[in-house]
Nanobody
Framework: QVQLVESGGGLVQAGGSLRLSCAAS????????MGWFRQAPGKEREFVAG????????NYADSVKGRFTISRDNAKNTVYLQLNSLKPEDTAVYYC????????????????????WGQGTQVTVSS
């Protein structure tokens, strides 16, 4: 199990940017693929972006492709999500998650694939 703590959320105008961070505990962080999800009020949690344990593979939801970038620094036990060109529809609580398996699927994207979750950070985009 990996403990995860997100930070970096906030209120931003449409077109603006934010960088979310997710700090992980433990010495095995580099063995886990990581993902970012989001959940808006009244909606299901949805996949945003994923990155493999080495950082060599990444995937994105179509709705954020070209605007968001996921990255990781295994030396710092941290995964990031850079959010650019934000839109009001990006408003949600953003969660980071660690794959349920060490060295599992390179870029998992389903909620059931992930075994550890952070508490979430709110991102609000005003129009």
């Amino acid at each position: 199990q990996v403990q995860l703590v997100e930070s970096g959320g906030g209120l931003v105008q449409a077109g603006g940017s934010l960088r979310l961070s997710c700090a992980a505990s433990g010495r095995t962080f580099s063995r886990y693929a990581m993902g970012w999800f989001r959940q808006a009020p009244g909606k299901e949690r949805e996949f945003v972006a994923g990155i493999s344990w080495s950082g060599g593979n990444r995937n994105y939801a179509d709705s954020v492709k070209g605007r968001f970038t996921i990255s990781r620094d295994n030396a710092k036990n941290t995964v990031y999500l850079q959010l650019n060109s934000l839109k009001p529809e990006d408003t949600a609580v953003y969660y980071c998650a660690a794959d349920g398996l060490q060295y599992g699927t390179p870029t998992p994207k389903f909620v059931a694939d992930f075994g550890s979750w952070g508490q979430g950070t709110q991102v609000t985009v005003s129009s």
